[in-house]
Nanobody
Framework: QLQLVESGGGLVQPGGSLRLSCAAS????????IGWIRRAPGKERDGEVA??????????TYADSVKGRFAISRDHAKNVVYLEMSSLKPEDSGLYYC???????????????WGKGTLVTVSS
């Protein structure tokens, strides 16, 4: 059973930066898509896949709303996925969940493994 533990959320001013980390353990499949789903406070059913990376090939994808500002990466040795967020805006605020599924694609409604989430607040 894959386990995901997030860290790195917090309060940051608009225009600032944050780095989220997701420590993963318990890999059983040959390939995974690991990513970050974010949800605005009070909107538990909505959200978007902010970014995703594959364990095979390191293929990355980004939501249009974060392209050019966010960067996802993976440390293979440590089994940690990072989300570097810069030029943050108030609309980036929300709960950020590290998610994963076996395969090569992140999907908002089809991820099998979820972390508990870490809160990001962008406010002055």
């Amino acid at each position: 059973q894959l386990q995901l533990v997030e860290s790195g959320g917090g309060l940051v001013q608009p225009g600032g930066s944050l780095r989220l980390s997701c420590a993963a353990s318990g890999f059983t499949a040959d390939a995974y898509a690991i990513g970050w789903i974010r949800r605005a406070p009070g909107k538990e059913r909505d959200g978007e896949v902010a970014s995703c990376i594959t364990t095979i090939g390191g293929i990355t994808t980004y939501a249009d709303s974060v392209k050019g500002r966010f960067a996802i990466s993976r440390d293979h040795a440590k089994n940690v996925v990072y989300l570097e967020m810069s030029s943050l805006k108030p609309e980036d605020s929300g709960l950020y969940y590290c998610v994963a599924r076996a395969g090569y694609v992140c999907s908002l409604y089809a991820m099998d493994y979820w972390g508990k989430g870490t809160l990001v607040t962008v406010s002055s």
